[in-house]
């Protein structure tokens, strides 16, 4: 069946540095694919997605581009802040249905 | 616009006890799931709801889990009897189609 899968974390960055948390996913057909982020005492909230192949999805400074050849979508900020400490989400969709990788959380330090 | 509302926040029950767990979602939003959140897991599905009507009950432990979404508004999520292992967090979402979805903030469950 289809699933996602993340890169393990916590991911732990000074401030400034670059991110990268890694996801995979597996599927048939053609997901859309997305990001979300949990902030701490929050839900999950929209951070950014595609719909298809090659489509670059962007928000706050993050990135992740659909790559059909490699079944990823790989999550990607140039300078991360202390604020962007948070646990994030990769998921998929396809038929309707949702499905959420394991979350990977982010701890940036000052 | 005013988000997906959930309560109560927290809830300490015993086991063999139960649970209920209420969302309001976002005004005009006909799609309501409901999803399980373990710790240091993703969320998963338990019930989707298209209007008033269940159309993915899949993963719900229909032992001991029920839910209604009566007039397609709001909906109430219960377990009965709650066992340890249910221990997690509760999330609603909603959303105008499959995606993207509206979260609220969840409702704890610690079963002792």
């Known amino acids: 069946g289809d699933s996602v899968t993340q890169m393990e974390g916590p991911v732990t960055l000074s401030e400034e540095a670059f991110l990268t948390i890694n996801c995979t996913y597996t599927?048939?057909?053609?997901?859309?694919l997305f990001w979300y982020v949990q902030y701490p005492g929050e839900g999950l909230q929209l951070l950014l997605k595609?719909?298809?192949?090659?489509d670059k999805g962007s928000n706050k400074g993050f990135e992740a581009t659909y790559r059909k050849e490699t079944t990823s979508f790989h999550l990607e900020k140039g300078s991360v802040q202390v604020s962007d400490s948070a646990v994030y989400f990769c998921?998929?969709?396809?038929?309707?249905?949702?499905?959420f990788g394991k979350g990977t959380r982010l701890h940036i330090l000052p | 616009e005013a988000g997906v509302v959930q309560s109560p926040r927290y809830k300490i029950i015993e086991k063999k006890q139960p649970v209920a767990f209420w969302c309001n979602p976002i005004?005009?939003?006909?799609?309501l799931y409901w999803y399980r959140q373990n710790l240091g897991q993703g969320p998963e599905l338990l019930i989707r709801?298209?209007?008033?009507?269940?159309?993915?009950d899949s993963q719900l432990p229909k032992d001991r889990f029920s839910a209604e979404r009566l007039k397609g508004v709001d909906s109430t999520l219960k377990i009965q009897p709650a066992e340890l292992g249910d221990s997690a967090v509760y999330l609603c979402?909603?959303?105008?189609?499959?995606?993207?979805?509206?979260f609220g903030n969840g409702t704890r469950l610690t079963v002792t």
């Open positions: 979402a909603s959303s105008p189609g499959v995606s993207p979805l509206h």
């Open positions: 599927a048939t057909g053609y997901p859309s």
């Open positions: 595609a719909t298809k192949a090659d």
């Open positions: 998921a998929l969709s396809r038929d309707d249905k949702i499905i």
């Open positions: 005004s005009g939003h006909n799609t």
């Open positions: 709801y298209e209007n008033e009507e269940a159309v993915d």
